[in-house]
Nanobody, 124 residues
């Protein structure tokens, strides 16, 4: 398994942007698919975006499609989530997750490693 640490969260106004980072330990990072999930206050954890091991395939929740972009830099063992045009409903704790896979994974039950989360708060 890998150890994951998220960063980049914060408080922004609606319409602004943030970039979250998910830094992974371990030398086998390139074999891992990565997913971003979020959990808002009083809500279930939900899928946000995912990327396969090479970065060639990405997948997004409909609610963020066109606003969020997931990418990865395997040389830096880091996955990013660029979030543009943020809305108050994007307020949540954002988690990254990893699992060894060549394909994109979107079900939280498929991931074995999770970070501690980073808070994103969007004010109106």
């Amino acid at each position: 398994q890998v150890q994951l640490v998220e960063s980049g969260g914060g408080l922004v106004q609606a319409g602004e942007s943030l970039r979250l980072s998910c830094a992974a330990s371990g030398r086998t990072f390139t074999t891992y698919a990565i997913g971003w999930f979020r959990q808002g206050p009083g809500k279930e954890r939900e899928f946000v975006a995912a990327i396969n091991w090479s970065g060639s395939t990405t997948y997004y929740a409909d609610s963020v499609k066109g606003r969020f972009t997931i990418s990865r830099d395997n040389a830096k063992n880091t996955v990013y989530l660029q979030m543009n045009d943020l809305k108050p409903e994007d307020t949540a704790v954002y988690y990254c997750a990893a699992e060894q896979s060549e394909v994109v994974l979107i079900d939280p039950g498929d991931f074995g490693s999770w970070g501690q989360g980073t808070q994103v708060t969007v004010s109106s």
